[in-house]
Nanobody, 118 residues
Framework: QVRLVESGGGLVQAGGSLRLSCAAL????LGWFRQAPGKEREFVAG????????SYSDSVQGRFTISRDNAKNTVYLQMDSLKPEDTAVYYC???????????????WGQGTQVTVSS
């Protein structure tokens, strides 16, 4: 079992930036997902163990950047040009490979709230 702890969420105005962190010991691929009230959890971004492969959803491509520092056992999600529709609880998840389906991931963090005001 992999322990994942997210941090860095908060309240920001539209157009602003936030950086989320996920402390992740013993992980392989890591993904970021988000879930807004009344909506299903959706894939945001994923990164392989080496960091050489990255994937983004169409809704965040060009605005969000995923990266990892394996020496610090941490994965980051840099979120720029935030929009009100980015408001959600953001989760990091660990799995054997990057995938957009939540079923690909075996371990989940507790989530961190991101709120973007208009």
């Amino acid at each position: 079992q992999v322990r994942l702890v997210e941090s860095g969420g908060g309240l920001v105005q539209a157009g602003g930036s936030l950086r989320l962190s996920c402390a992740a010991l013993g992980t392989n691929a890591l993904g970021w997902f988000r879930q807004a009230p009344g909506k299903e959890r959706e894939f945001v971004a994923g990164i392989s163990w080496s960091g050489g492969t990255k994937s983004y959803s169409d809704s965040v491509q060009g605005r969000f950047t995923i990266s990892r520092d394996n020496a610090k056992n941490t994965v980051y999600l840099q979120m720029d040009s935030l929009k009100p529709e980015d408001t959600a609880v953001y989760y990091c998840a660990a799995g054997p490979f990057i995938g957009v389906n939540i079923k690909h991931y075996t371990d989940w963090g507790q989530g961190t709230q991101v709120t973007v005001s208009s």
